[in-house]
């Protein structure tokens, strides 16, 4: 790096003159921002050099951080379906973040595990998928439903280490590869096992969980896993003081779409059968049989999601039943507060961690491609663009978890009873 200025009446390079808060910004307005503070010019080329010095200054060398390495909430709170996937690191190593998340009682993603590979491939997957086993896996994976997008050795993997859960694909992903051909148990709705209660037929939340943590992913490895620490210790901590807020025995989303499904009720009519038995008729060639004994409706929704489907709002509305004894204990504030029950400790200072004398992990062989390095993703085929979010909603939410109001559930809005 040549001697580019003189600063204080001291000779300084390019990289000594970069503050903390400018190694964020992109080249061109890097290059504004030192000319228009030090009358700077120089080069796109040497601005890379320059903020990667100077990012070794500020304590933030990726080579040095690899060299520094080293959950009772999911079974009491959370359903028992898990979304993995992987998301490319844009640090100057490169490398694979893959991640494991579950659904809280409030449609909210809840994250279980994280690990740092060089890439994505079956013997990367094993590794992920076997530390994965050790906290939560039992009897090869029975009773969990895994959804993936089916990519780049996962299913090889999963077959491995949970040879005996279910594993689903993600429809949006099956979708946009229509051509091939995809047995339907592996991503219809009516083929997902009851007791799951999710009715996720996409595998949104794990992207979901890549975009949350999109700003850590440029970052060094050591100092990229703890912002994400915090990160979730945060959201635990604010969900657990959200959920003491809350009047009803029903999270705010389950209670958004118990009125949904009241207000679909609507148009329909019930006739009353044997026992708890109801004949629901939408339209003269159209019907349903609903059981509230046993909380099943031909349609299929109630039995998969946990929720009472419009036909069966409608017979608990007949009924003047309270449509909470309806809903799944999964869907309820008390398994949301369980889920959230568990918060992560701290973690002191690197200053203090315990030495350990073993082999400095080095970082993989970086491959160089031609071009400008890619830092987005790249869109598939008929997959639209995400939504913006407003600036009052950055950094507030992961998933389904938006407050909402005091909502008042009498039917007297509905059918004119009380719930």
Known sequence: MDIEAVVGGKRVN??????????????????????RNYRIKCCNQRLYRAKNKALELLGQDHKASFTKLFRRGFFEGCRQFIGVDGCHLKGLYKGVLLSAVSVDANYGIYPLAMCVVDNENTESWTYFMEKLYEQIGCNGGEGLC???????GILNALERVFPHALKKYCCRHIYSNFKQKFPVVCWAKHCFPVQIKCSHVINNMTESFNNWISNFR????????????????????????????????????????????????????????????????????????????????????????????KHAMCCIDAMRYN?????????????????????????????????????????????????????????????NKAFKRSSSDKGESLGSTATVGPVNLSQNSVHGNGM
Not at 146 to 152: G, L, P, V, W, Y
Not at 343 to 372: C, F, K, M, T
Request: include cysteine; aromatic fraction near 8%; proline fraction near 7%.
């Open 323 to 383: 449509v909470n004894d309806y809903i799944h204990h999964l869907l309820k504030k008390i398994a949301f507060k369980k889920t959230y029950s568990h918060q992560l400790y701290p973690v002191p200072d690197e200053s203090i961690w315990p030495l350990l004398l073993h082999d400095n992990l080095l970082p993989p062989l970086v491959i160089w491609a031609a071009g400008r390095p890619q830092t987005k993703r790249k869109m598939e085929a008929g997959e």
């Open 146 to 152: 895994i959804m993936s997008d089916r990519q780049k």
């Open 14 to 35: 390019v990289a000594h003159v970069i503050p903390e808060q400018y190694t964020q910004l992109p080249i061109d307005v890097l290059g504004l921002e030192l000319f």
């Open 218 to 309: 440029g970052m060094p490895i050591v100092r990229m896993l703890e912002e994400i620490r915090r990160k979730i210790m945060i959201l635990i901590h604010k969900r657990y003081e959200q959920a003491n807020t809350w009047q009803d025995e029903l999270p705010p989303l389950v209670r958004r779409k118990v009125i949904e499904a009241r207000v679909e009720s609507r148009t329909l009519s019930v006739i009353f059968g044997h026992d708890k038995t109801f004949e629901v008729m939408e339209d003269i060639s159209k019907r349903c049989v609903v059981d509230l004994g046993t909380k099943h409706c031909d349609c299929g929704e109630w039995d998969v999601s946990g929720l009472p489907c």
